[in-house]
């Protein structure tokens, strides 16, 4: 087996660190695994939180996500298996079914639930928050559901298939684009299934922030020799250079694939609010108590 791809761009970026997930609760008591995001300042700019939830206890799941604010921030909520409804103040009802995509943009403010549309059976996705810039943090709050049929997938090499979700991938002369983007920091968002052995590569910017999050079988990173995973789940940071490249461990993996172009902007957070200064903060906290959130 070799460790560089032929006709490959180099450097190949290799692993920098890794962030053990920890089981947490969320909402009104979902059980999660979370990584980016597990406490204050634990950020890989532009992302801001990474859960991982999977269960087939309803007792761990039923309880849902009942209605609650953001802001500041976009969040992209990928589902694996069940289904799950959105509903916010504005008017917006979806139905994320396994396989689906939801993104919203909470802007200056949104509150908003997600609730299982299930009692019992396994409910397993990701939910990914994503920063926004200053300039973005006051637009309008928006939502998209994506069906399944809508994410595009495509081998990408032999025993390589990937689901883009957002942005743009390429390859030697492969390239793939996802159904969703957004400005300023441009995160690709990939789910991609390898068979024991096989590589998936793809070539990036100088500057992105370049993350994997391998939740089923074991994988390798650059010229790493291989890691095995097992559950707690691990994300594995990458440092700078052209190039991107994972191996499928003797079972194979699956694995999310993350990149953005981080912000270098002040992160102020307070549970699901997000601003660049405490003054912004205090703003916002003080709308929410006087019942002004979100800001008219």
Same mark, same amino acid.
């Given at each position: 087996m070799t460790s560089r791809p032929e006709n490959a761009e180099f450097p190949l970026r290799t692993i920098a660190g890794l962030l053990p997930a920890v089981e947490t609760r969320d909402?009104?008591?979902?059980?999660?695994?979370?990584?980016?995001?597990?406490?204050? +300042?634990?950020?890989?700019?532009?992302?801001?939180?990474?859960?991982?939830?999977?269960?087939?206890?309803?007792?761990?799941?039923?309880? +849902?996500?009942?209605? %609650?604010?953001?802001?500041?921030?976009?969040t992209m909520t990928y589902l694996l298996e069940g289904r799950l409804r959105h509903e916010d103040h504005l008017g917006h009802r979806g139905t994320l079914e396994a396989g689906g995509a939801q993104w919203m943009t909470a802007g200056r403010g949104i509150v908003h639930s997600e609730m299982p549309l299930q009692k019992e059976g396994r409910l397993r996705g990701f939910q990914l928050w994503i920063n926004l810039p200053q300039s973005r943090k006051q637009v309008e709050a928006s939502y998209r559901d994506l069906g399944p049929a809508e994410i595009p997938a495509q081998d990408w090499g032999p025993g390589c298939r990937l689901r883009l979700l957002s942005g743009r991938i390429s390859w030697q002369e492969r390239v793939l684009e996802g159904p969703l983007?957004?400005?300023? !920091?441009?995160?690709?968002i990939a789910d991609i299934a390898l068979e024991p052995g096989s590589l998936f590569g793809c070539s990036v910017g100088p500057a992105a922030r370049v993350l994997f999050y391998p939740y089923e079988g074991s994988l390798a990173v650059g010229i790493q020799p291989p890691l095995?995973?097992?559950?707690?789940?691990?994300?594995?940071?990458? !440092?700078?250079?052209?190039?991107?490249?994972?191996?499928?461990?003797?079972?194979?993996?699956?694995?999310?694939?993350?990149?953005?172009?981080?912000? %270098?902007?002040?992160?102020?957070?307070?549970?699901?609010?997000?601003?660049?200064?405490?003054?912004?903060?205090?703003?916002?906290?003080?709308?929410?108590?006087?019942?002004?959130?979100?800001?008219?």
């Open positions: 909402g009104a008591g979902v059980r999660i695994r979370r990584s980016i995001g597990q406490r204050s +300042g634990l950020y890989q700019d532009p992302f801001l939180m990474l859960d991982e939830f999977g269960t087939d206890q309803p007792q761990d799941y039923i309880a +849902g996500f009942p209605s %609650h604010p953001h802001c500041g921030f976009e983007s957004s400005p300023v !920091t441009e995160p690709s095995q995973w097992a559950p707690p789940s691990v994300l594995i940071l990458t !440092t700078p250079g052209p190039t991107v490249t994972c191996r499928a461990g003797p079972a194979g993996a699956r694995t999310l694939f993350l990149a953005g172009q981080p912000l %270098h902007e002040p992160i102020v957070q307070y549970g699901p609010f997000v601003t660049n200064t405490r003054e912004e903060m205090e703003k916002v906290l003080a709308n929410y108590r006087d019942g002004q959130f979100p800001p008219p």
